[in-house]
């Protein structure tokens, strides 16, 4: 009989908060949806297997995923606040 190794997922925090951040999710918590951290995975995953593609070095990846944590922290609640102040930036014409 296997078991499980604990190991095995060691240093995916950053990649699953980065996807839910970039999906919407508040990290203060009580806002977000399934379908947007999924949108979240999908350009992540996206982004990660470009990386590959274009043999870019593992630690340099980490900091391109990095970056887009910190933008999309910086960003998001710079949508928010425009929602709430009734600049839709999400009309459609």
């Not at 910086?74 to 014409?93: A, E, V």
């Amino acid at each position: 009989m296997t078991s499980g190794q604990p190991m095995t997922s060691i240093g995916y925090e950053l990649i699953v908060i980065s996807a839910c951040v970039l999906g919407g999710v508040s990290l203060k918590g009580g806002i977000g949806k399934i379908s947007y951290v999924v949108a979240g995975i999908l350009i992540l995953g996206t982004v990660e297997n470009a990386m590959n593609l274009l043999n870019i070095s593992p630690f340099s990846q980490y900091v391109v995923r990095g970056v887009i944590l910190l933008a999309a922290v910086i960003f998001g609640p710079l949508q928010t606040k425009s929602q709430t102040c009734g600049l839709n930036l999400n009309r459609t014409f």
